[in-house]
């Protein structure tokens, strides 16, 4: 029913409470809006700007103007107004509007919640932070809360309200430093911020919500109220068996993924997330990885930083889709059996005007001195790790992805820059932890404290490390003084093996070492051998243009590099676009080459990793002791004079001998020692014509004759390609 106007009254001059409602400065609106009984009297009050007449909806009595601020008031009997009811008003352009008011329900967010999250222990904080749809005594509706412990006033602003602070302010909840307000009605997708003013200059900010689950396509900013239906997931199975999973002696095989420039549509746009995940299961289960990595899909506003500077935590980015859509795009890979893992960011964060910078207005997720507070390399803020609801929020937006978007693990961006507080920083430019040290205590507790609640709350997910120190004990157990991480990047293997691979033929048998070094710490910590995104952009070339010689060296060199790669002791992860031999750096603006694939030589080294993933997974010496030193044996690492490697991979009596020619001369009569008597097979040669190779005659079947040599008691004699690898399995009856 729509409300009557009726004749103007002599408006009462509002009180204290009153005027900060109008003047939006209110920490506790809920004190003067709403219903407000004392005996068997009531007073129901609204604060509507906008309306020049306002009723208690359902044909209840008409509220009166107090004055000409917007102040309605209604005084009755209480039993002739429920606890919860309708608001009906007239805008000054005749339109009507009607719902329950959001001053008329009691506070949502349990003390308990407020305990926990105080404390720095609160898991899911994303579940009653941000904007969550509930239901409230029956009445459908969302939460709106956040953290802002230095505001005078928040305020939910949006496309429902005019972006008026005035209209929905929220109450705050005490020392807690949350704010809160449960606004009526359903409004899945609507667009809203937080409107904060500070308390001690009273300047506004409007910012997006920082526990936000979707946000609008960038260069917009705001935040959007997530849809109300769940989605309806259908990867059980798949989450049943990882759970049951040993992850440490099973093959992990990554192909690491920009999803804005794998492959781009017709007309040079984005795919969509339901477009990738058909187009990339087809092609990843065809070249045998096991394993996607997405670089950073959380929500952020500039393309070219590839989402290292997050904005949107919680939000998997527009440009792809809703996050409807990317629940998908994980439930369908899962279901072709493929493993997803996110490219994840807590070391630092941009310093947009509209997201966590000085949210409040003060330093809240960030230090306020710059010696700790901004990062000196990226232009971007650090997290204070020490303090406890900024700990809660990256703690619970690790487990998020985890438990909400169901993805299989995450690889920690930047670890490194965490644990040392004069990372990249000059002499006196930096501040020494209570002990006088540069170990940043608290980041290291948070770290400690993230794995163990990952690896107990989801059994069989990984997280991986990318760091890229000596530090000791990144992936070993927190109780037995490490870090707690799953596996660990090996930066050193990788940095090694590129500058002898780039090196010509002539020169490296003085650098030799560079391949046989990394055997010395092998085992000190579960490693994963990384060709990554930062290994073929920003000046460094793509892998192919590193390689020395010829086309044709360098092209057989790259099928050297990763039938190195694949038969090295650790997990395995490539870069899109190298496993077909990309020849230009990558360029995130631009889809890769895949015309590259019309070639020959290209073709045959997308056939060759295709090979490779399928031998990893299938044979089990080659990926079961990937972490423990059982599984390895040197034959020969000093062979510098012919740049020869030579090594066995092994479980129990089951036997595989790699022999590596890093040079373009062939060797025809070279006698490997093998441990045991029996038949020999190639299983792979990188040369082979099948994959662009010479095809030179190096033979595929050998008889182990009892001829001592490498300190075994047999051996074979083979003929080792020029600038090729071999896989030779002992056929074991």
Known sequence: MAPRQKPGKTPRQPGD??????????HDPFSVLGRHTKGKKALVRAYLPYARGACIGDG?????????????????PAKSIPRHYLLDWVD???????????????????????????????????????????????????????WAPNAERVSVVGNFNRWDGRCHPMCTRGASGLWELFIPGPMPGSHYKFEIRQRDTGVLRLKSDPYAQWCELRPATASRIPASKPYTW????????????DWLHQPLSVYEIHLGSWRHGADGEFCDYRTLAHELATYVQDLGFTHIELLPIMEHPFDASWGYQTTGYFAPTSRFGTPDDFKYFVDYLHQQGIGVLLDWTPAHFPKDDFALARFDGSTLYE????????????GTLIFNYGRNEVKNFLLSNALFWLEEMHLDGLRVDAVASM????????????????????????????LRQLNVVAHASHPGAVIIAEESTAWPQVSRPVDSGGLGFSMKWNMGWMHDTLEYMKRDSVHKSWHHDRLSFGMLYAWTENFVLPLSHDEVVHGKRSLLDKMPGDEWQRFANLRLLFTYQWTYPGKKLLFMGSEFAQGLEWNSESALEWHLLDYP??????????????????LPALHIHDFESQGFEWLDCNDAQHSILTFIRRHGTAVCVIALNFTPVPHNTMRLGVPQAGKYRVVLNSDSG???????????????????????????????????????LHEND
Do not use: C
């Open 17 to 26: 409470g009153l005027q900060r409602i109008i003047e939006a400065r209110h």
């Open 60 to 76: 209840g009595p008409d509220l009166e103007p107090t004055n000409d601020a917007g102040i309605f008031e209604w005084a009755g």
């Open 92 to 146: 000054h352009d005749g339109q009507a509007h009607s719902g329950y008011d959001p001053y008329s329900f009691d506070q949502q967010i349990s003390d308990y919640d407020l305990h926990l999250f105080g404390e720095g222990n609160h898991w899911h904080a994303w579940r009653f932070l941000g904007a969550n749809h509930r239901q409230v005594d029956g009445i459908d509706g969302v939460l709106f809360a956040t």
């Open 234 to 245: 259908d990867d059980k199975a798949w989450l049943e068996a990882r759970a049951d999973s």
């Open 367 to 378: 230090h306020e001195d710059p010696r700790r507070g901004e990062h000196p390399d990226w």
């Open 419 to 446: 644990l040392y507080l004069d990372y990249s920083r000059k002499a006196h430019d930096w501040i020494p932890n209570p002990y006088g040290g540069r170990e940043n205590l608290e980041a290291i507790a948070f």
């Open 601 to 618: 030589h290209h073709r045959g080294m997308q056939t060759l990793i295709r090979d490779l993933n399928r031998i990893y997974r299938e």
């Open 690 to 728: 099948y994959y662009g190779g010479s095809n030179y005659n190096s033979g595929d079947k050998f008889i182990a004759k009892e001829i001592p040599a490498m300190e075994r008691p047999y051996s074979i004699e083979i003929s080792l390609p020029p600038l090729a690898g071999l896989i030779i």
